[in-house]
């Protein structure tokens, strides 16, 4: 798990999405221009996309951006990031800033993901205390088996 890049957190408070992001000029920017987003710190940290390997498990996280919400979608799975672009024309895609492991390994927690279908929104977390919420929640639905992927280090829980 070398190169490691911190992913920060911001939650939108007008709508309660997120969005994560590695580019420190980025969230600069957000942080002078759009009063709505509220720094929550480093979520995880991801392995820089040049980590990305095979032999390693590790996968690039796509971003996407959702022009009839607002808010963003994150993927891990290249397929399902392919069927977005192709279907999906209110998705604008982002590319990707940081790698993820396919599978769990040794310094690394489970990023768990729901779906909102009223408000066309996703959640992502690490908390197990949030996923159980979730789970249990009748307006969020797991999506890729309740994991999308795995990130190392986790040094916030909200």
Known sequence: MNDEVPVY?????????????????????ILDNLYHYELQGVAFYGAATEAVD??????DV?????????????TGDQAEAAFVQANLDNYIFEGSNFSAYNTQVEGTVPLYR????????????????ERDFYSESPEYVAESGGIAYYPSFVTFRN
């Open 9 to 29: 957190k911001f939650l939108r408070t007008d709508t309660y999405s997120q969005f994560y992001t590695t580019d420190i000029v980025e969230r600069d920017w």
């Open 62 to 74: 796509y971003r996407f951006f959702n022009t009839s919400t607002g808010a963003h979608f994150y």
């Open 114 to 129: 729901f779906y909102n279908s009223q408000l066309d929104t996703h959640f992502y977390t690490t908390s197990t205390e």
């Open 54 to 59: 095979e032999l390693t498990g590790t996968i």
